[in-house]
């Protein structure tokens, strides 16, 4: 396993990927029809930011770290930032800790990860919620058996590691033969920023499958070295999306700005072409 979350965990782009993500469980769960969330790349559910990996790098105390010291955050913030602070001393929870927080008794996750050590963790982090599902697998593989889920209402979570180079190209692949299958559910992509040109690609990708209701959050910290930019692509997302997370956006990037230069921006992207 080359890659561990432990070394990011709480850092920018996680709190913008969690804070985005409560706020659409929070929104969803206006209505009382159950919802299933499927996690397809879930991690270990909770990380000690006190361990010498995360305090190698810094990265939570100028993520979480600087948003928690803030006196008033934006309301969209809220319900992210109630279950961080419930955590225990010096912990920071992932996707599918946040979710269990959240789950009601008619609600179900399903949290897919494929390696054994943390799929282990994983189980630890999420016992005691019998909503919660843990599978130790690939969860690529499985999410086109996993979609539909029952009622058709809920969420999907694609946030690979990126460890490999083409992960845009698998996680554009994994993410439209599930939309095939299940066009009206509400997929979070997450990504880093890195290659604007693969980017660009990823996206002509998902334009090219005639995926309708795109949009793009982005945030730059402008950091001097490592990933200094990240965002999400959210399919179907609420409506009252960008009213409340322009503002969230702009103020998280502030909060967490790394250079003179940080930037955030969150944007409709045009649909599929005219046949």
């Known amino acids: 396993m080359n890659y561990r ?15 985005l993500l409560c706020w659409i469980v929070a929104y969803l769960q206006q209505k009382e029809a159950p919802l299933s969330f499927i996690d397809t790349h879930a991690g270990r559910g909770i990380y000690d930011l006190s361990a010498p990996e995360a305090l190698k790098t810094g990265e939570a105390a ?3 770290g600087r948003v928690l010291a803030e006196a008033d955050p934006p309301a969209a913030l809220n319900p992210f930032l109630g279950l961080v602070r419930a955590q225990p001393p010096a912990t920071y929870p992932g996707s599918p800790r946040l ?17 054994p050590e943390e799929a282990a963790a994983l189980r630890r982090a999420v016992a005691g919620t019998s909503q919660v599902r843990v599978l130790e697998a690939d969860g690529y593989q499985r999410l086109p058996g996993l979609v539909p889920p029952p009622g ?13 180079p083409d992960e845009l190209a698998a996680l554009a692949a994994g993410f439209i033969a599930a939309h095939r299958k299940w066009p009206t559910g509400l997929y979070m992509l ?3 920023l890195k290659d604007r040109a693969a980017f660009d690609r990823f996206l002509d990708e998902l334009r090219s499958a005639q995926i309708p209701r795109m949009s793009l959050c982005l945030i730059d910290v402008d950091r001097p070295q490592g990933l200094s930019a990240a965002g999400l692509l959210l399919v179907n997302a609420p409506y009252t999306l960008k009213a409340e997370w322009t503002p969230a956006l702009e ?9 003179p230069n940080a ?12 046949s």
């Not at 965990?9 to 913008?16: H, T, Y």
């Not at 979710?99 to 390696?115: F, S």
């Not at 209402?153 to 490999?164: A, H, S, Y």
């Not at 930037?263 to 005219?274: I, V």
């Open 62 to 64: 100028l993520g979480i």
């Open 99 to 115: 979710l269990a927080g959240m789950v009601r008794p008619q609600d179900r996750i399903t949290a897919c990860e494929l390696h």
């Open 190 to 192: 997450w990504f880093p």
């Open 152 to 164: 058709k209402r809920g969420l999907v979570l694609m946030d690979p590691p990126f460890e490999q």
């Open 5 to 19: 979350h432990l070394y990011h965990a709480g850092n920018f782009a996680d709190v913008l990927k969690h804070g």
């Open 251 to 259: 103020w998280l990037a502030r909060t967490m700005a790394q250079g």
């Open 263 to 274: 930037s955030a921006r969150l944007e409709e992207l045009a649909g599929p072409p005219a």
